[in-house]
């Protein structure tokens, strides 16, 4: 256990419809970090949050949203779902200013049928 | 803007045998991080081992150890008496220091395959 908990695990939906993936992160982390995995494909950038604030934006699309809350969990929320949208999310957690590298979540898979 | 590149998509090894990956990265940054994570098929990110860039020496971790090369821009890893389990992927990453942000950046990742 990494101690940063993504749920679900696995989610299934119809296209069109919006999801939402939830992560808290490790005890202490005040920086929660988005990425999407494709099939077979590197780690894309989505979004950082640090301490409730926004702090970085990656190649999220405008259909996808998050927000970090008070107790520093925070939520991914995916709209209008595509096809496309077929992948792996991660969320990830440090502190801001140390240098262990991320701790990441296990992942939610999400399908788009 | 900082770069990650990992020029081998594959790679396989025999069980017992050493296989090393490679890593290039471009900077203009002194100060920064360098990363080795595995992905086995679980798909759960794990850190395999960290190098400070101001330390000339190299770090090591039980059966996986680097090769760092500042001038070179290489950091490559080296794992010894490869192991079933040791099938995976690998990213190698870059963060700069401080970290006041998304200052991580991912190679796209070596799969490795270890042949018993």
């Known amino acids: 256990d990494s101690g940063v908990t993504q749920t679900p695990k696995h989610l299934i939906t119809a296209t069109g419809q919006r999801v939402t993936l939830r992560c808290s992160p490790r005890s202490g982390d005040l920086s929660v970090y988005w990425y999407q995995q494709s099939l077979d494909q590197g780690l894309q950038f989505l979004i950082q949050y640090y301490n409730g604030e926004e702090r970085a934006k990656g190649n999220i699309l405008e259909r996808f949203s998050a927000q970090q809350f008070p107790d520093l969990h925070s939520e991914l929320n995916l709209s209008s779902l595509e096809l496309g949208d077929s992948a792996l999310y991660f969320c990830a957690s440090n502190k801001m200013g140390q240098n262990y590298g991320y701790t990441f979540g296990s992942g939610t898979r999400l399908t788009v049928v | 803007a900082q770069t990650v590149t990992q020029s081998q998509p594959e790679m396989s090894v025999q069980e017992a045998e050493t296989v090393t990956l490679s890593c290039t990265y471009d900077t203009s940054e002194n100060n920064y991080y360098l990363f080795w994570y595995k992905q086995p098929p679980s798909r759960q990110m794990i850190l395999v081992i960290r190098q400070e860039a101001y330390k000339q020496q190299n770090a090591t971790e039980n059966r996986f150890s680097v090769n760092f090369q500042k001038a070179a821009k290489s950091f490559s890893l080296k794992i010894s008496d490869s192991q079933l389990g040791d099938t995976a992927m690998y990213f190698c990453?870059?963060?700069?220091?401080?970290?006041?942000?998304?200052?991580?950046?991912f190679g796209t990742g070596t799969s490795l395959t270890v042949i018993p």
């Open positions: 990453a870059f963060m700069k220091q401080p970290n006041t942000g998304n200052q991580f950046y």
